[in-house]
């Protein structure tokens, strides 16, 4: 089952971010002004004198280099079709660039760029260099749309392949500057990307306890976006380091059924567009539990904190409508539990189908949270009262209709990993159903009346189920 993305894992480097976000991580992307007025000028000279061209970026680890090339379609749509990114050395070797390069389709009047990052090669065979350079200058004469980033850490490199290239073809391929030492960003616009890559990844850091005052701490000694990224994930790391309690920590996942709509009071618990339980609004509806005040008796110690719990635990609410409980028994239950129901058509085909909207099924097969709204109707009458009576047994019949509910889930086609039921994970709690030997994943049902589903009553079962996971768990004392 794919997996949502921790907080301790949040990326702090272009690759990475890329690889957890695909395009989404685009929207973290900020304009390095000075930078991209001179890849302006670079795009206008190579207009005028009717051929493409190169530039090398050269800086540091960390300072922005493929962020700005990757960006540039996005800042100077105008100008630029598309960045392409050349495949890794073991996938394209030096002597296949010229014929890729040739092959790109012009985009009519637009640029394309061409990404040579990961093509540093301090220690290389200059002849084939020379060969290669040859070719690259060949078609740069022909190919006026082509414009070749070259992104480097080390200036030594980018000045022999100058020299070379400019032995080749003299200063043709070049623009106004053939080495540009990058700008990047300026510390002020740091805390921007941060709270960007966040928001997407649906993480605040008041989840690790770290203060605007920990932010601006970082800030004064971080000399690249990257360097500043990496010492929050490194502080991220110092908060959730839980080496002394020598356990790993199941991802939580809360699963509430009802004959309500209870999919509006879930998401309403939640953080926007994910299946993250936020714990501010756990505590809204529930100030004067005693649940609440207990939680709030903890809110200064970073360890038992809500917010660092539902963060270790990855804690997820989702729902289960009435019929997919109620169609799910009538395909995998008990005889009891189906005569229970018996008044509703037993279908495969509608138990997938209505198993398949469900929120349970899209987190565990890796879907997105769908925010459309319900469709209107609702359940038939029928539906909704046997899901009554199917509740009204939950208590005494909780395992067989929740084998129920996971068996459909599997039929839709969600692949799970060793299901096992009511298994005990740590002394004095029992998960009512557990993915993954080593307890990766714990999943809690709740099953009830419409009644019952308010969000007082929601909010205070799902602090008690966090309150006995963090319990159990060593990270606070009853």
């Known amino acids: 089952m794919p997996r949502t993305l921790r907080i301790t894992s949040l990326p702090s480097r272009y690759e990475p971010l890329i690889q957890a976000f695909g395009d989404k991580a685009k929207t973290t992307f900020i304009a390095a002004d000075d930078d991209l007025t001179l890849i302006k000028r670079l795009l206008a000279r190579a207009e005028s004198a009717g051929q493409g061209k190169i530039l090398f970026i050269s800086a540091p680890s960390g300072s922005g280099k493929s962020t700005l090339v990757q960006s540039v379609e996005i800042f100077l749509p105008d100008e630029v079709a598309r960045v392409v990114r050349l495949a890794p050395p073991h996938e394209m070797p030096v002597d296949r660039i010229p014929s890729f390069l040739s092959q790109l389709p012009v985009e009519g009047k637009k640029f394309t760029i061409v990404n040579f990052d990961g093509r540093e090669a301090p220690s290389f065979n200059e002849p084939e ?8 200058n060949g078609i740069l004469r022909i190919r006026r749309d082509l414009i070749i980033l070259w992104p480097v850490t080390d200036y030594n490199f980018a000045e022999r392949i100058v020299n070379l290239l400019s032995g080749i073809g003299g200063q043709s391929a070049f623009g106004n500057q053939k080495i540009h030492r990058l700008n990047g960003l300026r510390p002020s616009q740091f805390k921007v990307v941060m709270e960007r890559i966040l928001n997407i990844a649906n993480w605040k850091l008041e989840d690790a306890a770290i203060t605007a005052t920990d932010v601006d701490a970082i800030l004064t000694r971080s000399t690249t976006i990257g360097n500043f990224l990496d010492q929050i994930q490194d502080l991220i790391a110092q908060r959730f380091d839980v080496e002394d309690i020598g356990i790993s920590f199941p991802r939580l996942i809360i699963a509430i059924s009802s004959g309500a709509d209870i999919r509006e009071i879930c998401r309403s618990l939640r953080r926007a567009d994910s299946f993250y339980i936020e714990a501010s609004r756990l505590l809204m509806y529930t100030k004067k539990s005693n649940v609440a005040e207990w939680w709030q008796n903890r809110a200064t110690d970073l360890r038992s904190a809500l917010p660092h719990v539902v963060a270790l635990f990855d804690a997820q609410l989702v729902s289960l409508s009435a019929a997919s409980v109620v169609h799910s028994v009538l395909l995998h239950g008990t005889a009891e539990l ?106 809690e049902f709740h099953h009830k009346q419409a009644d019952e589903s308010v969000h007082n009553k929601i909010s205070i079962y799902i602090l008690e189920k966090l309150k006995e996971y963090a319990i159990n768990y060593g990270l606070a004392q009853r």
């Open 338 to 443: 189906k005569q229970i129901a018996a008044d509703v058509q037993s279908n495969r085909g509608a138990a997938v189908n209505v198993i398949s909207s469900a929120e349970l099924f899209k987190l565990l097969n890796g879907d997105s949270v769908d925010n459309r709204a319900a469709s209107s109707g609702g359940p038939k009458k029928e539906t909704i009262e046997a899901y009554h009576r199917l509740q009204g047994v939950s208590d005494t019949h909780h395992k067989a209709i929740n084998k129920a509910i996971l068996e459909t889930i599997q039929d839709a086609g969600a692949a799970l990993d060793a299901p096992e039921f009511e298994k005990t994970i740590r002394p004095g709690l029992m998960a009512d159903v557990v993915l993954g030997k080593n307890v990766a994943i714990s999943i």
């Open 129 to 136: 260099y020379k060969n290669f350079l040859g070719q690259l």
